[in-house]
């Protein structure tokens, strides 16, 4: 899958699945955006100016969504949400479900991702999702959560771009980190599944199938959905 603007695959012990675009190094750090993106386009999109209103949403309330986060480890920045298309923005929309308030369902289709808030409402958040060849859907659970969590390349990328065996013992959380500043790492039946829902710094990415597999909510909406998201909460993933 695709972490945080860094192409990787299914990662061993501590890892994840990263998307499949090359690993790349800038200034001696790995640089998140060649990692991520490859060849994958840049989306434009319409600047919020004024009181104007796009999608239901004004752009005082889209700016206070994105804002800066003053997180305990390391800065995040705002989100520039020129590069997002508006109806990928996070707000509270109808949603009809049989499942249980908090569980989370993954649309690669449509590049959204619910979480169930009851009485047919639910939170949608936009997404990256995975490259044709590598979507996955099923039903999952939540196994562990990571906070700057470590990044392990797995031993068959290293084998075709040594210039990741550095991270061989892991890379350290960050803001160059291919996981992000959060993770929830998707599991059945007690074992990894290889596939993460983390979150990304390039809104650039959003709406767009470049992962090996995994999901990619904007930084500000993955710390409001792992706030809310507990071990052991129900996952689903939509066919695409």
Request: proline fraction near 11%; charge should be positive.
């Given at each position: 899958m695709t972490i945080n603007g860094k192409a990787a695959d299914a990662a061993a012990a501590g890892g994840a699945a990263l998307p499949g675009a090359r690993f790349a190094l800038a200034s001696g750090l790995l640089n998140r955006r060649s990692f991520l993106r490859g060849s994958a386009a840049g989306m434009g999109t319409l600047w919020l100016g004024g009181c104007a209103t796009t999608d239901g949403l004004s752009s005082a309330e889209v700016t206070a969504l994105y804002a800066a986060v003053h997180d305990k480890k390391f800065p995040i920045p705002a989100a520039d949400v020129s590069k997002v298309d508006p109806k990928y923005y996070r707000r509270t929309v109808r949603f009809d479900s049989k499942e249980a308030p908090g569980t989370i369902i993954v649309d690669p289709g449509n590049y959204h991702v619910y979480r169930i808030e009851g009485e047919g409402n639910a939170t949608r958040y936009g997404a990256n999702v995975g490259r044709e060849g590598f979507l996955w859907s099923g039903d999952a659970y939540v196994g562990r959560k990571g906070e700057?969590?470590?990044?392990?390349?797995?031993?068959?990328?290293?084998?075709?771009?040594?210039?990741?065996?550095?991270?061989?013992?892991?890379?350290?959380?960050?803001?160059?980190?291919?996981?992000?500043?959060?993770?929830?790492?998707?599991?059945?039946?007690?074992?990894?599944?290889?596939?993460?829902?983390?979150?990304?710094?390039?809104?650039?990415?959003?709406?767009?199938?470049?992962?090996?597999?995994?999901?990619?909510?904007?930084?500000?909406?993955?710390?409001?959905?792992?706030?809310?998201?507990?071990?052991?909460?129900?996952?689903?993933?939509?066919?695409?």
């Open positions: 700057w969590p470590t990044w392990t390349p797995p031993k068959e990328m290293i084998a075709r771009q040594p210039e990741a065996a550095k991270y061989a013992g892991g890379m350290p959380g960050g803001p160059d980190n291919p996981l992000g500043a959060r993770t929830l790492y998707l599991y059945q039946k007690g074992k990894y599944t290889l596939y993460t829902i983390y979150s990304t710094s390039d809104p650039e990415t959003i709406g767009t199938n470049l992962t090996s597999g995994c999901t990619g909510l904007l930084t500000q909406d993955m710390i409001d959905l792992y706030s809310r998201t507990p071990v052991n909460t129900k996952v689903v993933v939509l066919p695409a």
